[in-house]
């Protein structure tokens, strides 16, 4: 019997769960949104700054608030040296082990903004990667709260120049120090605060961050007892008593009509408590130096819920919330929620230099705001394909170069057809699916007459929609004859009426 040949074991063509790649348009998408962001920040000050994806684990610390994850939510592993290395979570640790190295060499305040990928060991959802981009901004040196107050202000310009209107978002601050009065009444905090009653504080404070996924009841269940999701997988709770509950809750209740109600009701929580007059006293001042640049409650709004799950939050917390409905994969209707946030920091420098450093700052999420703005319009077809010159006759393939080169010498995207030109109708297939706005036809016959033809795609598209009779077509023609040598004015043309449109 002759022996079988096993076939070989391949490697599954899948990427690993929680990561996604990037192609065309989502790659243009998203480097069109990280540029208007960036050019915000820029505009109120802020430089760019650098630093490398991996920080040693010690540099990190352990703020990440999904501690249940394996490596405490990140991905890290031993170097040579035996020494812990992971892929950042944010970019506001690595800038604060930045400033920490080389704050003799920089300018207080020192204000920066920082691009790019991170990376956090999690369980993945809807909208939520384990590698997505961040694009933050930080002020350094500022203690008091008018660094806070102009983040949110910026935050605000930030998502209107993203194409969205007020109404259609808020920027929504609190303070965690009024959080900090809370738990300090429930028992949870204060200068006697035991390594027991730092763990239920924790809980807390992710329970509460859970709100808008889980609702009302859910958090009450992570403040009790603990709660089994839907895949069966159980969370401990806080085994907080049925009075601790209700004070928080009546807390992230807290919220009024208008900021000036909101702002009394957390008063009235918080009155026994000093740290938390403090917290309500700091928001106050933000709320009046938003409302005397403009931004009033309609763009800026103080909102109890808003707690970050981070656990080096000091101070004033904010996020930016979408409050438009979208719809998902079934066609259910929902909310987006938030798509940026941040707060003030003002102990996560002391680990390195001993001393407390003021600090704040804010991250927008892109990858959540282009899978919220997909199908707006300034984040829709971006990615226009290039102009493609077909391949009518082989011999004619020096002349079709030359025209090809000719487009990009002029700062045309475009390409001459490298497939099997077998027919015309294959050519035009592939201009459509590689969103092609123009085709150019140049068979032997248009060589002799010295012309090309001229297919205008994006124009062909829209009339196929629209136009019922013969009499339509010919008025409005998508194809068209041009001289050979007006073949450049007439595409660039062409180009230029479909970007208006």
Same mark, same amino acid.
């Given at each position: 019997?002759?022996?079988?040949?096993?076939?070989?074991?391949?490697?599954?063509?899948?990427?690993?769960?929680?990561?996604?790649?990037?192609?065309?348009?989502?790659?243009?998408?998203?480097?069109?949104?990280?540029?208007?962001?960036?050019?915000?920040?820029?505009?109120?000050?802020?430089?760019?700054?650098?630093?490398?994806?991996?920080?040693?684990?010690?540099?990190?610390?352990?703020?990440?608030?999904?501690?249940?994850?394996?490596?405490?939510?990140?991905?890290?592993?031993?170097?040579?040296?035996?020494?812990?290395?992971?892929?950042?979570?944010?970019?506001?640790?690595?800038?604060?082990?930045?400033?920490?190295?080389?704050?003799?060499?920089?300018?207080?305040?020192?204000?920066?903004?920082?691009?790019?990928?991170?990376?956090?060991?999690?369980?993945?959802?809807?909208?939520?990667?384990?590698?997505?981009?961040?694009?933050?901004?930080?002020?350094?040196?500022?203690?008091?709260?008018?660094?806070?107050?102009?983040?949110?202000?910026?935050?605000?310009?930030?998502?209107?120049?993203?194409?969205? %209107?007020?109404?259609?978002?808020?920027?929504?601050?609190?303070?965690?120090?009024?959080?900090?009065?809370?738990?300090?009444?429930?028992?949870?905090?204060?200068?006697?605060?035991?390594?027991?009653?730092?763990?239920?504080?924790?809980?807390?404070?992710?329970?509460?961050?859970?709100?808008?996924?889980?609702?009302?009841?859910?958090?009450?269940?992570?403040?009790?007892?603990?709660?089994?999701?839907?895949?069966?997988?159980?969370?401990?709770?806080?085994?907080?008593?049925?009075?601790?509950?209700?004070?928080?809750?009546?807390?992230?209740?807290?919220?009024?009509?208008?900021?000036?109600?909101?702002?009394?009701?957390?008063?009235?929580?918080?009155?026994? %408590?000093?740290?938390?007059?403090?917290?309500?006293?700091?928001?106050?001042?933000?709320?009046?130096?938003?409302?005397?640049?403009?931004?009033?409650?309609?763009?800026?709004?103080?909102?109890?819920?808003?707690?970050?799950?981070?656990?080096?939050?000091?101070?004033?917390?904010?996020?930016?919330?979408?409050?438009?409905?979208?719809?998902?994969?079934?066609?259910?209707?929902?909310?987006?929620? %938030?798509?940026?946030?941040?707060?003030?920091?003002?102990?996560?420098?002391?680990?390195?230099?001993?001393?407390?450093?003021?600090?704040?700052?804010?991250?927008?999420?892109?990858?959540?705001?282009?899978?919220?703005?997909?199908?707006?319009?300034?984040?829709?077809?971006?990615?226009?394909?290039?102009?493609?010159?077909?391949?009518?006759?082989?011999?004619?393939?020096?002349?079709?170069?030359?025209?090809?080169?000719?487009?990009?010498?002029?700062?045309?995207?475009?390409?001459?057809?490298?497939?099997?030109?077998?027919?015309?109708?294959?050519?035009?297939?592939?201009?459509?699916?590689?969103?092609?706005?123009?085709?150019?036809?140049?068979?032997?016959?248009?060589?002799?007459?010295?012309?090309?033809?001229?297919?205008?795609?994006?124009?062909?598209?829209?009339?196929?929609?629209?136009?019922?009779?013969?009499?339509?077509?010919?008025?409005?023609?998508?194809?068209?004859?041009?001289?050979?040598?007006?073949?450049?004015?007439?595409?660039?043309?062409?180009?230029?009426?479909?970007?208006?449109?």
């Amino acid at each position: 019997m002759k022996n079988k040949i096993k076939k070989p074991i391949r490697p599954k063509a899948l990427a690993p769960k929680g990561f996604r790649d990037y192609q065309g348009s989502d790659v243009i998408s998203r480097d069109k949104m990280l540029k208007a962001v960036g050019e915000i920040y820029h505009h109120y000050g802020f430089d760019i700054l650098e630093t490398a994806a991996i920080e040693t684990v010690e540099a990190l610390g352990k703020f990440l608030p999904d501690v249940d994850r394996p490596n405490e939510g990140v991905f890290s592993w031993k170097d040579e040296d035996e020494k812990w290395l992971a892929l950042r979570y944010d970019l506001t640790a690595p800038l604060a082990r930045f400033y920490a190295q080389y704050k003799n060499q920089l300018t207080l305040p020192y204000r920066r903004f920082s691009m790019g990928p991170v990376w956090r060991n999690e369980k993945p959802g809807p909208g939520r990667f384990k590698q997505f981009y961040q694009c933050d901004a930080d002020s350094i040196g500022v203690p008091n709260v008018t660094a806070d107050a102009e983040i949110c202000m910026m935050l605000s310009d930030i998502i209107e120049k993203l194409g969205i %209107s007020t109404g259609n978002y808020l920027i929504k601050m609190n303070n965690r120090k009024i959080l900090d009065g809370i738990l300090e009444m429930i028992g949870l905090g204060g200068p006697d605060e035991n390594k027991g009653s730092a763990q239920k504080r924790g809980i807390v404070l992710r329970a509460i961050d859970k709100l808008d996924r889980l609702g009302f009841d859910g958090v009450k269940q992570l403040l009790g007892l603990g709660r089994e999701d839907e895949s069966g997988d159980f969370s401990s709770g806080a085994e907080l008593s049925k009075t601790q509950v209700e004070l928080i809750i009546a807390f992230l209740k807290a919220s009024g009509t208008d900021n000036q109600k909101t702002l009394l009701n957390l008063t009235e929580l918080v009155k026994e %408590s000093e740290i938390g007059l403090i917290g309500v006293n700091e928001i106050e001042q933000m709320c009046s130096f938003c409302d005397s640049a403009g931004f009033g409650n309609n763009k800026i709004s103080v909102e109890p819920t808003v707690v970050r799950g981070l656990g080096y939050y000091t101070g004033p917390v904010f996020e930016a919330q979408l409050t438009f409905d979208v719809f998902d994969e079934k066609g259910r209707k929902h909310q987006f929620g %938030s798509v940026a946030g941040g707060g003030r920091y003002d102990n996560l420098i002391k680990r390195f230099t001993g001393q407390e450093v003021p600090a704040t700052g804010v991250s927008v999420g892109i990858d959540r705001l282009l899978l919220a703005l997909k199908e707006s319009t300034p984040y829709r077809n971006v990615l226009s394909g290039p102009v493609l010159v077909t391949v009518m006759d082989k011999t004619l393939i020096p002349q079709y170069q030359a025209i090809v080169q000719e487009l990009r010498r002029n700062n045309i995207r475009s390409e001459m057809f490298l497939g099997n030109p077998k027919d015309i109708g294959r050519q035009l297939k592939y201009a459509d699916q590689r969103n092609s706005p123009v085709a150019i036809i140049m068979g032997s016959e248009e060589v002799n007459k010295g012309v090309v033809q001229l297919k205008d795609l994006e124009l062909g598209s829209a009339l196929s929609k629209k136009i019922m009779t013969n009499k339509e077509w010919k008025e409005r023609p998508a194809q068209t004859e041009e001289k050979r040598d007006d073949m450049l004015a007439a595409v660039q043309k062409i180009l230029d009426r479909n970007r208006e449109q």
